[in-house]
């Protein structure tokens, strides 16, 4: 049977992403998907993008792809010396935007819905409610977003939230566990119910 396999934020860290990948032990016919927030703060980003591509894994936009296009379509000498050490981090900021900016917000495969961060409470569609939201949203009115809003008929996969750790509800899994702060890299496959982990080679970052 056809697996389908959903990997958290990345942010980087090339050798755990292979690592999980390797645990999953993925076959030709199953789809591998990712969270967003491939790119800054890890060791190698480059790396990271080209692993994606060669593999064939499905990525949505996270806040930190969001981020190398909005500072990229700025003129040079706005950019912040914030911006600079982003572009600086990366690596291949060109390289990887011409990628990057191919992602989509959001991917629904049947099952589940796919986005980086999560759904706007209130809104009935994903078309009605803000970038901004999908991308960044945790908390709505003092709680997370994810006990005040549902999708019919799917489970949402989200990541972002790296301090608020892995989150296993009947109709949202997320699944930031922070890899790029020294914790863990994590997976989930909903046909096997079960989530896949690697721990962090070190605490990459701080903030």
């Known amino acids: 049977m056809p697996r389908t396999f959903f990997i958290g934020d990345v942010h980087g860290c090339v050798e755990e992403l292979s690592e999980l990948f390797e645990k999953f032990s993925p076959q030709p016919e199953d ?12 060791p190698d980003s480059p790396a990271t993008v080209e692993f994606i591509l060669k593999h064939n894994i499905k990525c949505v936009l996270g806040n930190h792809e969001a981020k190398l296009l909005q500072i990229l379509s700025k ?84 990541g972002h939230w790296a301090m608020n750790g892995l989150v296993d509800f009947p109709r949202a899994k997320g699944l930031d566990t922070g890899c790029v702060y020294g914790k863990l890299l994590t997976g989930y496959c909903p046909e096997e119910n079960k989530f896949y982990q690697v721990a962090a080679k070190r605490e990459y970052s701080t903030i």
């Open 31 to 42: 789809t591998i998907y990712q969270t967003g927030d491939l790119i800054n703060k890890g």
């Open 75 to 158: 003129p040079e000498q706005e950019r912040t010396a914030k911006d600079l050490h982003f572009l600086e981090n990366v690596q291949k900021p060109q390289w990887l935007a011409s990628i990057v900016s191919k992602f989509p917000l959001w991917i629904d495969t049947g099952r589940e819905i796919l986005l980086h961060a999560g759904l706007e409470p209130g809104k009935k569609s994903l078309e009605e409610m803000s970038k901004r939201d999908i991308l960044t949203i945790r908390m709505w009115n003092e709680k997370p977003w994810y006990e005040q809003a549902t999708f019919p008929n799917r489970i949402v996969i989200f």
